[in-house]
C-alpha cells in the first residue's frame, strides 16, 4: 500500500508587493498588489510504506511547503494528495492522529512546563491510553537516553536535548507516518549519529514511513534508500542514492605518495594519452583527478611504472559535490537530461 | 479528548500562577483606576442626587464592578494568535488533533480563572475597603451574575479571536488590535455606562455586541435591570455568543486557504 500518494501538486502564494517610497505606500494603502509565487509546481511522487525517502533541495526550492501540504498544514492549489489513506488538508483532525512530525526549527513542546508534563498533555491531545504511553515513553526514553531530562522545563534543555525530546513527543502515538523537517540542524555529530541510528532501527522494526528533509547529505546516506530531489518547485531527481551518484559523479580522485620528490611534470609526461589532470599537494605528494571515461587501472598502472609510491587513496567525489554541482548547474539542463536517462 | 481542552486550562492556570508577580502591580493599577473614576464621578454628580437613572452609589458600584470584571475576562488572546501566525509557530499547533481555536479558548479561560482568583477577588475586597460600593445581598444575584461574567469572557475572547485571525489577512495587524481594545473598553462601558451616551450611539449599540461584555452583566449586578428583565437581557448574551460562532468559523475557513507559514 502507498502512504504518500502525491499527483500534480501546487502551491501558490500571493505576496503583497511593497511599493517604494511614501506615494508608493499611499497607492499600497489603497490598492495592494500581489505577486503570485508558485512554490510548488506541479509535483507527483508516491511513496510505499514503510520507506524512507530522502527529499532534498536548496534553500526555497519547495521542500517545506510540500511538506506543510502533506501533514494537512496548507491546502494545496491544486492536485492531489492522499497520506495514509487520508486527504490531509479536509479531515484534519483525524488525519494527524496518525502521522508524527517535527519541525527541526520549531519546537512543539511547550516551553514552560516540565518536559514530562508536556508528553502527558500530549498523551491526552492523542488519545493514547495511559498503559500504552507508559510502554512507549519507557522504551523511547530508554533508547534516546532521556531519562533525567523528564523533569526539566523544556527552555532549560540545549539542542540536542531538546530535539530527541522533540522526536519522543512526535512518536508517543505510534504514527506509521514520520515527517521529519531537517530534524538535525544545528546538531553536534554524536547526537546526529544518535538519531539516525534511533530512526533506522525505528523504521527495521516497525517499518515506519519516514519522509525527511534536510541539508545534511550525510543523513540521507545513513537513512535513505531512496531520494527525491527538489529544484525551483519541480522535482528534477527521483530514485536511489547510488544511481544519483553514479549519474552526476563525473569521476574520482587518486591520491599519492611517492617515496622521493617528484616533479608535477614528470607525472603528466606519463599519463600524456588519458584524459586526466594533476594537481600537487606538496613534494612527495600529488593527486589525479580522472573522469569516469578513463579506467582507474590504466592510469594506476602508468604510474606505477614510472615512479615510486609509497601509498595510494582513491576518493569517491563525495554527495555534497554531487549535489552542489547539480544545485548550480540549474533546473533547465537537468531535467533535460534527466528525462533523457 | 475533553480531558486534554481541561488540561489547557490548568497548565495555562499554572503558567501564569509561575508569573504571579507580574499581577500584584495590575492589582495597583486597577485601584487606582477605580479610583479615578470615583473621583470624577464624584464631581461630575456633584449635589446632584442622579444621572441618567444612576444614583452616585449605583455609579460607584457599577465603576468597581465594571473594572473588577475586565480583569476577569480581559485577555490576550488576540495578540496571542495574531504572533503565532506572524512567526510561523501556528504550523506546529495545526499537526494536532485538535482544533487550535478551542485551545485557545481553553488557554484564556486559564487565564481567566487565574486573574479571577489572584486580581479580581482581592482587588474587590480592596476596593470595597476603600470605597463605598455597595454590593447585592441576593445569593440569586451573585449566581446570574457570575454565569453572565462568564458569558461576557466567553464573548470577549471571541472578539479577540476574530481580531487575532486577522492577521491571516493583513501583515500587521497591531493597529486593528489597538483599536478593537479601546473599542471595547469604550462601547462596552467600563469607561461610561452606554446609558450615557447619546441617544444615537446607544441606539447603534443596542445592536453592537460590545454592551453584552460589561454594561449587561454590570446593570444586572448592581440591580438597575428590573428582574422580569434579566431573562431577556442574558439571552441578548447568548445570542451573540453564537451569532459569533460564525465569523470565526468563517474566517478560520477563509483563512486556512490562506495560511502562509513564514520561515520556510
Not at chain 1, 502551491?11 to 511593497?18: G, S
Not at chain 1, 530535539?163 to 540542524?185: G, K, Q
Amino acid at each position: 500500500m502507498l502512504a504518500i500518494d502525491v499527483k500534480d501538486l501546487r502551491k501558490q502564494f500571493n505576496v503583497q508587493k511593497n511599493r517604494e517610497g511614501l506615494s508608493g505606500a499611499l497607492k499600497d494603502l489603497f490598492k495592494r498588489e500581489y505577486n503570485e509565487v508558485t512554490a510548488v509546481k506541479d509535483i507527483s511522487f508516491q511513496i510505499p510504506e514503510g520507506e524512507i525517502c530522502g527529499y532534498i533541495g536548496e534553500n526555497g526550492a519547495g521542500k517545506s511547503t510540500t511538506i506543510k501540504m502533506l501533514t494537512g498544514i496548507l491546502v494545496p492549489t491544486s492536485g492531489h494528495i492522499k497520506v495514509n489513506g487520508f486527504i490531509p488538508y479536509k479531515d484534519r483532525e483525524k488525519f494527524v492522529g496518525g502521522i508524527g512530525v517535527v519541525f527541526g526549527q520549531r519546537s512543539q513542546l511547550w516551553w514552560d512546563i516540565g518536559v514530562i508534563e508536556s508528553f502527558q498533555l500530549l498523551r491526552k491531545v492523542y488519545r493514547v491510553s495511559e498503559q500504552d504511553f507508559r510502554k512507549r515513553l519507557n522504551e523511547l526514553v530508554e533508547r534516546l537516553q532521556l531519562g533525567d531530562l523528564l523533569n526539566r522545563p523544556v527552555r532549560k534543555l540545549s539542542l540536542g536535548q531538546r530535539m530527541r525530546c522533540e522526536l519522543v513527543a512526535s512518536l508517543l502515538h505510534n504514527p506509521s507516518i514520520l515527517f521529519l523537517d531537517e530534524p538535525t540542524i544545528g546538531l553536534d555529530i554524536v547526537v546526529k549519529t544518535e538519531i539516525r541510528d534511533f530512526l533506522m532501527q525505528m523504521n527495521k522494526e516497525q517499518g515506519t514511513t519516514i519522509l525527511l528533509t534536510t541539508h545534511d547529505l550525510q543523513d540521507i546516506e545513513a537513512l535513505c534508500s531512496r531520494v527525491i530531489m527538489l529544484d525551483d518547485g519541480r522535482i528534477i531527481y527521483d530514485g536511489g542514492l547510488d544511481e544519483l551518484k553514479n549519474r552526476w559523479s563525473k569521476g574520482r580522485e587518486i591520491q599519492f605518495q611517492f617515496a622521493r620528490h617528484t616533479p608535477i611534470e614528470k607525472l603528466k609526461q606519463l599519463t600524456e594519452s588519458l584524459d586526466v589532470t594533476w594537481t600537487p599537494e606538496n613534494d612527495v605528494t600529488a593527486k589525479m583527478w580522472l573522469p569516469h571515461a578513463v579506467n582507474v587501472s590504466d592510469a594506476l598502472a602508468r604510474v606505477v611504472g614510472g615512479v615510486e609510491i609509497r601509498d595510494i587513496k582513491i576518493f569517491e567525489t563525495n554527495t555534497d559535490d554531487i549535489v552542489r554541482g547539480i544545485y548550480q548547474s540549474g533546473s533547465a539542463a537537468v531535467s533535460k537530461e534527466t528525462s533523457q536517462s | 479528548m475533553m480531558s486534554a481542552y481541561i488540561d489547557f486550562i490548568r497548565i495555562r492556570f499554572l503558567m501564569m500562577l509561575a508569573y504571579r508577580v507580574n499581577y500584584y502591580s495590575g492589582i495597583i493599577i486597577y485601584a487606582i483606576n477605580i479610583g479615578a473614576y470615583y473621583f470624577l464621578w464624584q464631581a461630575i454628580y456633584g449635589d446632584k442626587e442622579t444621572l441618567a437613572g444612576f444614583t452616585v452609589n449605583q455609579m460607584t458600584t457599577y465603576v468597581a464592578v465594571s473594572w473588577m470584571a475586565r480583569a476577569f475576562y480581559f485577555n490576550n488572546l488576540d495578540r496571542e494568535i495574531a504572533n503565532e501566525i506572524r512567526d510561523g509557530s501556528v504550523a506546529v499547533q495545526l499537526i494536532r488533533p485538535y482544533s487550535y481555536l478551542l485551545v485557545k479558548m481553553m488557554q484564556g479561560f486559564g487565564e481567566g480563572l487565574f486573574r479571577m482568583l489572584l486580581f479580581m477577588v482581592p482587588g474587590m475586597i480592596i476596593v470595597c475597603l476603600i470605597f463605598p460600593v455597595t454590593l447585592p445581598t441576593e445569593p440569586m444575584t451573585w449566581l446570574i451574575y457570575l454565569v453572565m461574567l462568564f458569558f461576557s469572557f466567553l464573548i470577549n475572547s471571541q472578539i479577540n479571536i476574530l481580531t487575532g485571525l486577522f492577521a491571516f489577512f493583513v501583515e500587521n495587524n497591531e493597529g486593528m488590535m489597538r483599536m478593537k481594545r479601546v473599542m471595547v473598553d469604550l462601547f462596552s462601558g467600563v469607561v461610561v455606562p452606554i446609558a450615557f451616551f447619546p441617544g444615537w450611539l446607544s441606539a447603534i449599540m443596542q445592536w453592537l455586541p460590545f454592551q453584552a461584555i460589561t454594561y449587561l452583566p454590570s446593570s444586572v449586578f448592581t440591580g438597575r435591570t428590573p428582574d422580569s428583565e434579566i431573562g431577556q437581557v442574558f439571552g441578548l448574551q447568548v445570542i451573540w455568543f453564537i451569532g459569533l460562532l460564525v465569523p470565526i468559523w468563517w474566517t478560520w475557513r477563509a483563512a486556512r486557504r490562506r495560511l502562509f507559514v513564514q520561515g520556510g
